[in-house]
């Protein structure tokens, strides 16, 4: 079955730009989690999303944003971007929301959107 | 507040034994993850313990002593494709996940 796709896969920015980036999770998947990650930084996490509501939110500014549709597919969107933004941007996707009465939580992520924000 | 550390880098020999190491601090655990993520590509799941012990699948192991907020990640038989960067992930408050700095493994002939 498909994996999980993210577009675009390399985008170019200037500071104060807005991005859009899109996220299609496996199929039949309805939890999609998005992650920042930078060299030395990890992953860090932004938020996770089930059947279009926001469950969980990291702490990242009110600058970024995102949203679930009915479909599961999900975006997230940096508005008025700074130098600091520039990452790789993983979505991950699952079964059932991040951990849940299953226990395990395993992700499958997509190969990420490059932002470089100059 | 969460925290996990890992060491930033491993190297190590093909054939030999490597572990990585993982010590976290946080409330309401409830399990710990394992991840593997060659240079780009993204991050594919290797294992999950949410009880004290080791998990062994294949020639990667992962262990965890809950009472020691340790849990560790155990390859055997190195290969060169090994070669990646290796994240731990705590599970806490049932559905909220956190993610160390990771460590790069570096395999050499």
């Known amino acids: 079955k498909a994996g999980v796709t993210q577009t675009p896969r390399y985008l170019i920015k200037t500071r104060g730009q807005q991005v859009t980036l899109s996220c299609s999770p496996i199929?039949?998947?309805?939890?999609v989690s998005w992650y920042q990650q930078t060299p030395g930084q990890g992953l860090q996490f932004l938020f996770e999303?089930?059947?279009?509501?926001?469950?969980n939110k990291g702490n990242f500014p009110g600058r970024f944003s995102g949203r679930q549709f009915s479909n599961s597919r999900s975006e997230m969107n940096v508005s008025t971007l700074e130098l600091g933004d520039s990452a790789l941007y993983l979505c991950?996707?699952?079964?059932?929301?991040?951990?849940?009465?299953?226990?395990?939580?395993?992700?499958?992520f997509g190969a990420g959107s490059r932002l470089t924000v100059l | 507040g969460q925290s996990l550390e890992q060491p930033s880098e491993v190297t190590a020999v093909e054939g030999a034994i490597v572990q990585i190491n993982c010590t976290y601090q946080?409330?309401?655990?409830?399990?710990l993850s394992w991840y593997q993520q060659h240079d780009g590509g993204a991050p594919t799941f290797l294992s999950y313990?949410?009880?004290?012990g080791l998990e062994e699948t294949g020639r990667f192991s992962s262990f965890l002593s809950r009472s020691d907020s340790y849990g560790y990640l155990l390859l055997q038989e190195l290969q060169m494709k090994d070669s990646a960067s290796y994240f731990c992930?705590?599970?806490?408050?049932?559905?909220?996940?956190?993610f160390g700095t990771g460590t790069r493994l570096q395999v050499f002939p």
């Open positions: 991950a996707s699952s079964y059932t929301v991040t951990g849940g009465a299953s226990g395990a939580n395993v992700l499958t």
């Open positions: 992930a705590v599970l806490y408050n049932t559905d909220k996940l956190i």
């Open positions: 999303y089930f059947s279009e509501t926001q469950r």
């Open positions: 199929s039949g998947h309805r939890s």
């Open positions: 313990n949410a009880l004290d």
């Open positions: 946080t409330s309401g655990f409830y399990g």
